[in-house]
């Protein structure tokens, strides 16, 4: 700590005035890089940050070596009251407030950083800025391609989330691999309430993401296959009440042998045994596969039997959630993907799904299953026929 920041720290104005006119620095930075104004809005110390501006000469937008302003250091802080001081002493609210990583965080990304009980203060933050024309960078990206609002989603900062929102932050803001405010919701430890705010405020939940994680089954990321992906119940059943496809998240519960999901996903009325292209390292962990595609198209039936789950297969089965395909081919497809043999078990399964006689009943429901196809809009081709209920709920998979 310089001399002059001492003087300051012990509020002797009058030394700290002396130092100045022998040629002590007001902007100054430490050891830890930091200078006195950052250091009283670190500490909420407003008549010391008032006098460092109006009497000693310190600059009020002064960075330090990484782009760190007094402005950013309150608001990291959530430190209300020196931040308005700060804004009424002419601090730049639209200055980007670090240089660190990520890159290019504005005021409002600093506060959307606060956790646990600096949320409400966060909060505060937020108004504070926006009174001061902070609205305008509200959906300002950093590095990364995060708005404030994302931010504060990874950090379960419902309350600064809400203000965001309420000023006008774009709830569907995507980073810049696609990744969505919703599914760095889901992401989260305690995901629901705030999934539940970014709905309720208008958030797509059906946008996706091309994933950049071998491990993951699919290309393609929604927020349902991320929430499948945790095993999140009552989050899984969330986002499927308010519309999302089952079948976006049917694939990585078969992956993961979630019995309990994948009964709630096909029995959901939007789910499709559908193809999907799949990622063929995330789907044999490791094991030999021989394709000419390198992300080949598979039913839910196919994965479940590269996976080796005939418990999950038999579940498919038994509930005629196959494609066209299943019985034609997938004993072939199957065998084919894996030239150094199949998983245990799946051999005696695929001989007994070729070999057993079928019912006339579930010939021709997979012959209508398939002639209605697995578009979106099949639950609506359902609905508009002219048979029973009960047929209609076994076309939809729901009984």
């Known amino acids: 700590m310089t001399s002059f920041m001492l003087a300051v720290n012990r509020r002797s104005f009058d030394n700290a ?7 002590a620095d007001a902007d100054a930075v430490d050891e830890l890089d930091v200078t006195a104004l950052m250091l009283a809005a670190a500490n909420n110390e407003t008549d ?14 002064r960075e330090n070596s990484i782009g760190l302003t007094a402005l950013g250091v309150a608001a990291a802080c959530c430190n209300v009251v020196s931040l308005k001081e700060l804004l009424e002493l002419g ?8 240089q660190s990583s990520p890159v290019g965080e504005s005021v409002l990304h600093v506060c959307s950083r606060c956790r646990g009980q600096d949320t409400m203060e966060s909060a505060k933050c937020v108004e504070v800025l926006i009174s001061y024309g902070a609205g305008d960078i509200i959906n300002k990206l950093d590095s990364l391609g995060r708005s404030p609002l994302a931010r504060a989603a990874m950090n379960e900062n419902f309350e600064c989330a809400s203000a965001l929102i309420k000023y006008g932050a774009d709830v569907d803001a995507q980073d810049h691999q696609g990744k969505s405010v919703l599914m760095y919701a ?18 797509q939940s059906h946008k996706r993401m091309v994933s950049t994680d071998t491990s993951d089954l699919t290309r393609y990321s929604t927020a349902l296959t991320l929430a499948v992906k945790k095993g999140h119940t009552a989050l899984v059943k969330y986002l499927l009440s308010c519309g999302c496809r089952a079948s976006h998240g049917v694939h990585t519960a078969v992956f993961q042998g979630r019995t309990e999901l994948i009964d709630l996903l096909i029995t959901s009325g939007s789910a499709c045994p559908e193809k999907v292209r799949i990622n063929p390292p995330a789907l044999l962990g490791g094991r030999q596969l021989h394709v000419s595609d390198m992300c080949p198209q598979l039913s839910p039936l196919a994965t479940a039997l590269l996976c080796g ?15 066209s395909d299943d019985l034609l081919t997938v004993v072939s497809d199957v065998t084919s993907l894996c030239p150094s043999g199949l998983p245990a078990g799946v051999g005696e399964f695929m ?13 021709a429901f997979l012959c209508v299953s398939c002639r209605l196809g697995f578009e979106p809009d099949r639950k609506e081709k359902v609905e508009s026929l002219a048979v029973p209920t009960l047929l209609k709920r076994k076309l939809l998979f729901q009984s």
Do not use: M, Y
């Not at 789950?309 to 196959?322: E, I, M, S, W």
């Not at 001989?351 to 010939?363: A, G």
């Open 309 to 323: 789950q005939t418990g999950t297969a038999r579940l498919l089965v038994d509930n005629f959630f196959l494609t």
């Open 351 to 363: 001989s007994q799904l070729t070999n057993q006689p079928r019912s006339l009943l579930f010939l």
């Open 186 to 203: 889901v992401e989260t430890r305690d995901p629901l309430p705030i999934v539940t705010l970014l709905v309720n405020s208008g958030a």
């Open 17 to 23: 005035r002396l130092l100045v006119e022998a040629g």
């Open 91 to 98: 601090a730049d609210v639209k200055k980007i407030c670090s």
């Open 48 to 61: 010391v940050i008032r006098e460092l501006v109006t009497h000693l000469g310190a600059e009020v937008n």
